[in-house]
């Protein structure tokens, strides 16, 4: 006779890797604190405004790398809403996410977008190649996090990592359907992934044991 094996209960997935809060505020005071030069400026400030966008609006990396300047200003301004189209987005599920006020002040303070929008240079990439024809590649992206992460903050991280963190502090704050929509997950088993804990929540559970 066969003996059938008993079938494995489902492994849980692991709690995505994300930044603490005191690693977020290094790796944005960073770009305030490292010496810039002029002929650097432009980079520095774009690289802001990328790391910016998976942080404080949860993009993916090859969401971020696709934008164009009509996706972020308008008539030379932030816009307060960046409305993702279902060509650049995974799935073709397009979503609509809200900026930050510290992304939007990024945005504004790049040397030449601006001025971009207002003579109607709106297709044109805002992360783009030597060709400005081509937009910049994910890995081209990951390369850049990689170094500023390491000058930051002492290690290097994937993009994805900044996304993550985003949805870990959403989801403390949000409805879990909120954090799935802005996320743009097609379900929800994706978004739970983010209820885990991480070290902030073990170190506050524990901080509340100790004796005053």
Partial sequence: MTKHK?????QPRESPET????????????????PRIPCGRLKHQRNLVAVLLMLDAGLRVSEVCQLTIG??????????NLELTSEITKGAKPRNVPLTTRLR?????????????LRGYNDDYVFYCSRKEDHLTTRALQIIVNKISLKAIGRKIHPHVLR?????RLM??????VVQELLGHANLQSTQIYTHPNNDDLEKAIKRLEWN
């Fill in 6 to 10: 008993n079938p494995q209960p489902p």
């Fill in 19 to 34: 930044l603490t809060a005191e690693e977020c505020a290094k790796l944005i005071a960073w770009f305030s604190d490292c």
């Fill in 71 to 80: 996706d972020l200003l308008i008539a030379g301004e932030p816009k307060r």
């Fill in 105 to 117: 002040k990024a945005i504004q303070d790049h040397p030449r977008w601006p001025e971009y929008s």
């Fill in 164 to 168: 993550h963190t985003f949805a870990t």
């Fill in 172 to 177: 403390r704050q949000a409805p879990m359907r």
